[in-house]
């Protein structure tokens, strides 16, 4: 099913190997994922405080 959501037909997954489909897959994510992404998202490194309160 998600070979078919991003764009493999059928005879393209004949010639690939699952794992190839799966990198496809994954590939396609990221850049779909990229296009989406904000560019002011600001990413901290958690500290001890944040480990203990989860």
Not at 4 to 27: F, N, P, R
Not at 34 to 52: L, P
Request: contains cysteine.
């Amino acid at each position: 099913m998600t070979c078919k959501l991003v764009g493999l037909t059928l005879h393209d997954m004949e010639y690939m190997t699952i794992g190839a489909c799966l990198d496809y897959a994954v590939q396609y994510l990221e850049l779909k994922n990229q296009s989406n992404t904000s560019k002011n998202v600001v990413v901290r490194k958690a500290t001890q405080s944040d480990f203990d309160n989860f």
